[in-house]
């Protein structure tokens, strides 16, 4: 597969434009139950895909996406805990996507979470040159060409 004559392959991702929504600040509550909580939020308030800050003792950030069943859920940095001591008296920015189609599944190797669908009326394949000897290093800002191809 191509994508204006450049090869699509291990330097290659798709990027999907959206554009945000309502964004709110929520502040949880002594009791509330981290993540769970700020998934309720969601569901509360029609929220299907977000973007989420959490801030507090760890800086947290993760993804608000649906599952096939369509129930929002909270995808967190990998090392982010769900409950517990770090979301005491965090409070969190959700930034409402909208235009962008999720779906979040289990990865069957790792059993992690992950976004298995990330599209809208303008994806996109974007494409990265492997860099150059005299490019590489700390401190290498990494270029990338946009080459359209739209769903």
């Known amino acids: 597969m191509k994508a204006s004559g450049v090869p699509i392959g ?3 991702m798709k ?14 509550e002594p009791g509330d139950d981290g993540a769970q909580a700020i998934e309720s939020f969601a569901a509360e308030n029609g929220i299907h895909a977000a973007h989420v ?13 649906p599952d096939r069943e369509g129930k929002p859920g909270l995808r967190l940095n990998s090392d982010a805990p ?22 979040r599944v289990k990865d069957p190797s790792s059993g992690r979470e992950t976004l298995a669908k990330v599209a ?19 401190g290498t800002i990494p ?3 946009f080459n359209a191809e739209f769903n």
């Open 10 to 12: 291990r330097n290659a």
């Open 53 to 65: 800050y959490i801030l507090g003792g760890q800086g947290m950030a993760g993804i608000i996406a």
């Open 120 to 138: 809208s009326p303008k994806t996109r394949v974007m494409t990265r040159p492997a860099p150059q000897p005299e490019e590489s290093g700390p």
């Open 82 to 103: 769900r409950g517990g001591p770090a979301w005491e008296g965090a409070e969190a920015v959700v930034q409402e996507l909208l235009g962008i189609e999720l779906l």
């Open 143 to 145: 270029v990338y060409l």
């Open 15 to 28: 990027a999907s434009e959206g554009k945000l929504g309502r964004i709110f600040l929520v502040r949880l």
